[in-house]
T-cell receptor, first 118, second 111 residues
Framework: DTGVSQNPRHKITKRGQNVTFRCDPI?????LYWYRQTLGQGPEFLTY????????KSRLLSDRFSAERPKGSFSTLEIQRTEQGDSAMYLC????????????????FGEGSRLTVL | DAKTTQPTSMDCAEGRAANLPCNHS???????VYWYRQIHSQGPQYIIH???NNETNEMASLIITEDRKSSTLILPHATLRDTAVYYC????????????FGKGTKLSVKP
C-alpha cells in the first residue's frame, strides 16, 4: 500500500536559497493539497489542485511560493529566496473526488517535509 | 479562522475511555464535523466525521448534540499509541475547499 509520499523528508538550507519539495499522492486521487505547519500550531492551508488545475490559493502563499501539478499526478512546491520564517513542516495530502458526489473531506496526509532555513 | 473551540490538553488513563469535547456554536446546517489526529512527527490522520447523527467506526465514536453546537469524540479504550493532538474541524459538505485546522487538543494517555 503506497500512501502519500513526500521528499525530501528534511531540508536544511541557507537564507536566500531556493528549495523544492515533491509530493506523490495516492495514485487514484485527483485532489492534492499543500499545508504548512509550524511548531505548536495546526496545519495551515496553502493551496490545492484538482487534477492539474490549481483551484485555491491561501494568502499565506506569497509570490515566493509556487506549486505545480503538471500532469495531475505528483506535485512540487518551490520556495524561492527562502527566509527564516519559512522554516516549517510542509505537508501534502490527497483525496478522491468523484464528479457529482459530495466530497466527504477525508484527506490522506504524507509525513511531511521539514524545512530549516539558517 | 477555525470555527471550533477545544481544550488545549487532556489526560486519560490507559484502557479508559477518552472523551474529547469540541464546541462549534456557529455551525451551519450544511457543515459537517470532522476529527483528525496527529501523532508526533507524522501527518494528520482522518478519524471520523458526521453531520447530525452519531457515528461510529473502528477507531472512535462521534456524538453530536441535538442542536449541533458541540460534539464529543470518544476513544473507547485508549492506548498509549492514542497519544496525539486531536483536531475538530467543521466544513461544508460538498465544499471544494480545504480543511481549516485549529490548535487541537493534546491528549496524553498515561499508563
Amino acid at each position: 500500500d503506497t500512501g502519500v509520499s513526500q521528499n525530501p523528508r528534511h531540508k536544511i538550507t541557507k537564507r536566500g536559497q531556493n528549495v523544492t519539495f515533491r509530493c506523490d499522492p495516492i495514485s487514484e486521487h485527483n485532489r492534492l493539497y499543500w499545508y504548512r505547519q509550524t511548531l505548536g500550531q495546526g496545519p495551515e492551508f496553502l493551496t490545492y489542485f484538482q487534477n492539474e488545475a490549481q483551484l485555491e490559493k491561501s494568502r499565506l502563499l506569497s509570490d515566493r511560493f509556487s506549486a505545480e501539478r503538471p500532469k495531475g499526478s505528483f506535485s512540487t512546491l518551490e520556495i524561492q529566496r527562502t527566509e527564516q520564517g519559512d522554516s516549517a513542516m510542509y505537508l501534502c495530502a490527497s483525496s478522491y473526488k468523484r464528479g457529482g458526489i459530495r466530497d466527504l473531506g477525508e484527506l490522506f496526509f504524507g509525513e511531511g517535509s521539514r524545512l530549516t532555513v539558517l | 479562522d477555525a470555527k471550533t473551540t477545544q481544550p488545549t490538553s487532556m489526560d486519560c488513563a490507559e484502557g479508559r475511555a477518552a472523551n474529547l469535547p469540541c464546541n462549534h456554536s456557529t455551525i451551519s446546517g450544511n457543515e459537517y464535523v470532522y476529527w483528525y489526529r496527529q501523532i508526533h512527527s507524522q501527518g494528520p490522520q482522518y478519524i471520523i466525521h458526521g453531520l447530525k447523527n452519531n457515528e461510529t467506526n473502528e477507531m472512535a465514536s462521534l456524538i453530536i448534540t441535538e442542536d449541533r453546537k458541540s460534539s464529543t469524540l470518544i476513544l473507547p479504550h485508549a492506548t498509549l499509541r492514542d497519544t496525539a493532538v486531536y483536531y475538530c474541524i467543521v466544513r461544508e459538505g460538498g465544499s471544494q475547499g480545504n480543511l481549516i485546522f485549529g490548535k487541537g487538543t493534546k491528549l496524553s494517555v498515561k499508563p
